[in-house]
């Protein structure tokens, strides 16, 4: 039977390689980054390509509206994550296979339940809400069961040391995505618009999703999502804050800035953060090979964890600046090739966001390593303060000077939640080491 690790216990670790036969050294720790690494960037650009896409189509208002949708799934992604597949990944990864799949069923049941209750509540909200907002909502609740499953397959393939099979489902998505796009680009209509690229965008992940059952040769149990749910409290509602103060900051200031600038203003600022794409979709996903690499440097050199976390976030905040760098020399044709009529707002944004994704680069290498330490109660911490440095200095700056001061606001909060991170791993570090010198002094 699995353990179940506590706080400050290390988690188990996927197996070596992409099957089943262990791998060691650096040779091993490349497979493994370079199957997460292909599998975001195949995630990254169907998400950068479906939103190039949708806001050459619709402009700014439209695309804010879209965008109001996307990031509510967001939300809800994230709180899939804490609840169903955060402690998959933390308690079943490179466990026997039998323990794997029974894990798995229930996993992607739990996501697929979450999916199916909030999307009633979406569906219900559009409907009421109507206007511009309320289709698109009604839309989204419909394909949430999809979308969650879909992530939920990602989840399980890395837990079980698979990541071929989550980069070829995502790249299935991708597939999917584009006779999907094309049919919703033919709707004529502001308000239909939005709806009908909100179906088309679900209706591909449906596709992987009914894939990823063929893949695993698994099928979600929804009926033990409640007992999933029970087992894994410990850890799964800890991770559920956490996530969901992380994507409900976006979404409070999304919808805020929306109040106070217009819907347009969001517009723009996701137009600057799909231009931002690669690195904003790997920092989101990039924790389904990084937590495993930092547990297994803990593990075989606990002294070298911190080292390892700063080369992780360093690098992540240096590529950021370099991408953040050639953006800023992209002549205006360009721009508005790739963005349409959001690139004149947009632009203004690039400096700013880009600091902020390199904030958050740098953060998340901390990250790792107190997901790696299974320091639940300090990472919760960490993100409650940063979600809360987010709200403020984008909203705060939205207030002062509109879309523009938004942006800078979030950069300068990003900066703090940074240095709240690394404080916190380096506490952490000291209080395992503490804790370990007992243990190697025991006869």
Same mark, same amino acid.
């Given at each position: 039977?699995?353990?179940?690790?506590?706080? *400050?216990?290390?988690?188990?670790?996927?197996?070596?390689?992409?099957?089943?036969?262990?791998?060691? *050294?650096?040779?091993?720790?490349?497979?493994?980054?370079?199957?997460?690494?292909?599998?975001?960037?195949?995630?990254?650009?169907?998400?950068?390509?479906?939103?190039?896409?949708?806001?050459?189509?619709?402009?700014?208002?439209?695309?804010? /509206?879209?965008?109001?949708?996307?990031?509510?799934?967001?939300?809800?992604?994230?709180?899939?994550?804490?609840?169903?597949?955060?402690?998959?990944?933390?308690?079943?990864?490179?466990?026997?296979?039998?323990?794997?799949?029974?894990?798995?069923?229930?996993?992607?049941?739990?996501?697929?339940?979450?999916?199916?209750? /909030?999307?009633?509540?979406?569906?219900?909200?559009?409907?009421?809400?109507?206007?511009?907002?309320?289709?698109?909502?009604?839309?989204?609740?419909?394909?949430?069961?999809?979308?969650?499953?879909?992530?939920?397959?990602?989840?399980?393939?890395?837990?079980?040391?698979?990541?071929?099979?989550?980069?070829?489902?995502?790249?299935?998505?991708?597939?999917?995505?584009?006779?999907?796009?094309?049919?919703?680009?033919?709707?004529?209509?502001?308000?239909?618009?939005?709806?009908?690229?909100?179906?088309?965008?679900?209706?591909?992940?449906?596709?992987?999703?009914?894939?990823?059952?063929?893949?695993?040769?698994?099928?979600?149990?929804?009926?033990?999502?409640?007992?999933?749910?029970?087992?894994?409290?410990?850890?799964?509602?800890?991770?559920? /804050?956490?996530?969901?103060?992380?994507?409900?900051?976006?979404?409070?200031?999304?919808?805020?800035?929306?109040?106070?600038?217009?819907?347009?203003?969001?517009?723009?600022?996701?137009?600057?953060?799909?231009?931002?794409?690669?690195?904003?979709?790997?920092?989101?996903?990039?924790?389904?090979?990084?937590?495993?690499?930092?547990?297994?440097?803990?593990?075989?050199?606990?002294?070298?964890?911190?080292?390892?976390?700063?080369?992780?976030?360093?690098?992540?905040?240096?590529?950021?600046?370099?991408?953040?760098?050639?953006?800023?020399?992209?002549?205006?044709?360009?721009?508005?090739?790739?963005?349409?009529?959001?690139?004149?707002?947009?632009?203004?944004?690039?400096?700013?966001?880009?600091?902020?994704?390199?904030?958050? *680069?740098?953060?998340?290498?901390?990250?790792?390593?107190?997901?790696?330490?299974?320091?639940?109660?300090?990472?919760?911490?960490?993100?409650?303060?940063?979600?809360?440095?987010?709200?403020?200095?984008?909203?705060?700056?939205?207030?002062?000077?509109?879309?523009?001061?938004?942006?800078?606001?979030?950069?300068?909060?990003?900066?703090?939640?940074?240095?709240?991170?690394?404080?916190?791993?380096?506490?952490?570090?000291?209080?395992?080491?503490?804790?370990?010198?007992?243990?190697?002094?025991?006869?």
């Amino acid at each position: 039977m699995t353990t179940m690790p506590t706080e *400050g216990e290390k988690p188990t670790t996927p197996a070596d390689g992409d099957g089943t036969t262990p791998r060691t *050294g650096k040779r091993a720790m490349v497979g493994r980054l370079s199957w997460g690494l292909a599998d975001q960037a195949a995630s990254s650009m169907t998400n950068f390509a479906v939103g190039i896409y949708v806001a050459r189509s619709l402009g700014l208002s439209a695309f804010g /509206v879209f965008s109001l949708a996307w990031l509510t799934y967001g939300v809800v992604l994230n709180v899939a994550r804490g609840l169903a597949t955060d402690p998959l990944v933390v308690r079943f990864s490179g466990v026997p296979e039998a323990s794997w799949r029974a894990a798995a069923a229930r996993s992607s049941g739990a996501a697929l339940g979450v999916g199916t209750a /909030v999307g009633a509540v979406c569906l219900l909200v559009g409907l009421g809400v109507g206007g511009r907002v309320g289709p698109a909502f009604v839309c989204l609740g419909v394909v949430l069961p999809a979308l969650l499953l879909q992530d939920a397959w990602r989840f399980a393939f890395f837990a079980a040391g698979q990541g071929r099979k989550a980069f070829v489902n995502d790249v299935v998505w991708g597939v999917a995505l584009v006779p999907a796009m094309v049919l919703a680009a033919r709707v004529d209509g502001g308000v239909d618009s939005v709806a009908a690229f909100v179906l088309a965008w679900g209706a591909a992940a449906a596709v992987a999703a009914v894939f990823g059952c063929f893949q695993s040769g698994i099928r979600p149990r929804v009926t033990q999502a409640r007992e999933w749910l029970r087992e894994q409290r410990d850890l799964g509602y800890r991770y559920l /804050v956490e996530n969901v103060s992380l994507s409900g900051a976006g979404q409070l200031r999304a919808y805020g800035l929306g109040a106070i600038v217009g819907v347009g203003a969001v517009g723009a600022v996701r137009g600057a953060e799909l231009l931002l794409g690669p690195f904003l979709a790997l920092l989101m996903g990039l924790s389904l090979v990084t937590v495993a690499e930092a547990a297994r440097v803990l593990r075989r050199a606990p002294d070298r964890l911190g080292t390892f976390c700063l080369l992780l976030g360093g690098g992540q905040a240096v590529a950021a600046l370099l991408w953040g760098g050639a953006l800023l020399l992209l002549p205006d044709r360009a721009g508005e090739f790739v963005l349409g009529d959001v690139w004149p707002s947009a632009s203004e944004l690039i400096v700013p966001a880009t600091l902020a994704v390199a904030g958050a *680069g740098l953060g998340s290498g901390a990250a790792a390593g107190l997901r790696a330490l299974a320091a639940a109660r300090r990472s919760l911490r960490c993100q409650l303060f940063a979600s809360a440095c987010y709200v403020g200095g984008g909203l705060g700056g939205a207030a002062a000077a509109g879309t523009i001061g938004s942006a800078w606001g979030v950069a300068a909060a990003t900066a703090c939640g940074s240095a709240v991170w690394w404080l916190q791993l380096r506490s952490a570090l000291r209080e395992h080491h503490r804790l370990s010198i007992p243990e190697v002094r025991t006869p």
